[in-house]
């Protein structure tokens, strides 16, 4: 029998043995016990890209739901379940900061170049619910829903690479990993095609 790893800070929940977790125990938990298990997650989303068997689709539904519901693994929530110290809780990028899933997807310099380069306007009150953000002028609306739930991913997953892989990432690289994920999600969107590329259209110009 699989062992599960209690959960420290992140994104997915490890098995000791570093295979992924049970769909329910990361839609219940949603977080890391360490980077054994951040590793066992990205790795299982390199291989969710190669074969498009459709896992990385299931890891953005859970970040969806974990985001929407403010169930996100955040060193602050850490902080509030007596997990971690204040001294520990702070934004790996910003000093004397909470991190907040607010001060994550909202105001961390890491979030708000990517918003603003990208026009797009946020606030610290529908972070939860990104697709009320308006969506940028000229652009298709229709697919605006998943577009704006990738980004917020990328913007997730370039903290957990900063946490655990030491890895910080520019605004540059997390658009880039937003086009693999569109790449990667093209094919769900047989009948909105040029609507997808219009999208990536978009963001590459800023590249």
């Known amino acids: 029998m699989r062992r599960l790893m ?6 997915a929940m490890a098995t000791a043995s570093g295979d992924l977790s049970p769909m329910r125990t ?6 890391f016990e360490n980077c054994l298990g951040y590793a ?3 790795t299982g989303h390199q291989i969710a890209a190669n074969t498009e068997n459709g896992r990385s689709q299931t890891f953005t539904a859970h970040h969806q739901e974990a985001v929407c519901s403010g169930r996100l693994n955040t060193r602050a929530a850490l902080y509030h379940k007596n997990i971690r110290t204040r001294d520990e809780s702070d934004c790996e990028r910003c000093a004397h900061e909470l991190e907040t899933d607010a001060h ?19 606030n610290e009150h ?8 308006p969506c940028p002028d000229g ?3 229709n697919t605006w829903v998943e577009v704006v739930l990738l980004l917020t991913r990328r913007v997730w997953l370039s903290r957990n690479a900063l946490i655990f892989d030491h890895k910080d990432e520019n605004w540059e690289q997390t658009l880039r990993g937003a086009l693999q994920d569109i790449n990667l999600w093209q094919c769900r969107f047989k009948k909105r095609q040029p609507e997808m590329e219009a999208w ?3 963001i590459q110009s800023f590249l």
């Open 40 to 42: 066992s997650w990205t």
């Open 26 to 31: 990361l839609r219940r938990r949603g977080g």
């Open 200 to 202: 990536k259209l978009f």
């Open 139 to 141: 652009l298709p609306p």
């Open 104 to 122: 994550i997807f909202v105001h961390c310099p890491a979030a708000s170049r990517l918003w603003s380069t990208l026009g797009i306007h946020t």
């Open 6 to 11: 209690p959960v420290r800070d992140g994104d």
């Open 126 to 133: 529908c972070f939860r619910t990104p697709w009320e953000y």
